[in-house]
């Protein structure tokens, strides 16, 4: 069965950095796109990065674009957020998400999800 398998969560102060890392197995991950998804206390699952099969194409969100960078190892089945610059609102739960079909932000298409990371940012 696939499984995604978030990492690299933690607390960090606001203005540090933090390297989330996603696992996969039981796919082909080379074929699949994969996303990050966010989800704070009290509010909806939100988009914050896609990046497409072969890495050669990526799509964030507002709120994170110019901080954020999503990257992929094919030959490691991993894929990776960086996160610089982070902010109180950044704090949410990170949930990666495949697809071999779908290259987007909304949640619903991405069959296949991770149980997530928690990241807090303190002020």
């Known amino acids: 069965q696939v499984q995604l398998v978030e990492s690299g969560g933690g607390l960090v102060q606001a203005g540090g950095s933090l390297r989330l890392s996603c696992g996969a197995s039981?796919?082909?991950?080379?074929?699949?796109?994969m996303g990050w998804f966010r989800q704070a206390p009290g509010k909806e699952r939100e988009f914050v990065a896609v990046?497409?099969?072969?890495?050669?194409?990526?799509y964030y969100a507002d709120s994170v674009k110019g901080r954020f960078t999503i990257s992929r190892d094919n030959a490691k089945n991993t894929v990776y957020l960086q996160m610089n610059s982070l902010k109180p609102e950044d704090t949410a739960v990170y949930y990666c998400?495949?697809?071999?079909?779908?290259?987007?932000?909304?949640?619903?298409?991405?069959?296949?999800w991770g149980q997530g990371t928690q990241v807090t940012v303190s002020s």
């Open positions: 998400a495949a697809s071999t079909s779908y290259f987007g932000s909304s949640a619903a298409p991405y069959p296949h």
């Open positions: 039981g796919l082909t991950f080379s074929r699949n796109n």
């Open positions: 990046v497409n099969w072969s890495g050669g194409s990526t």
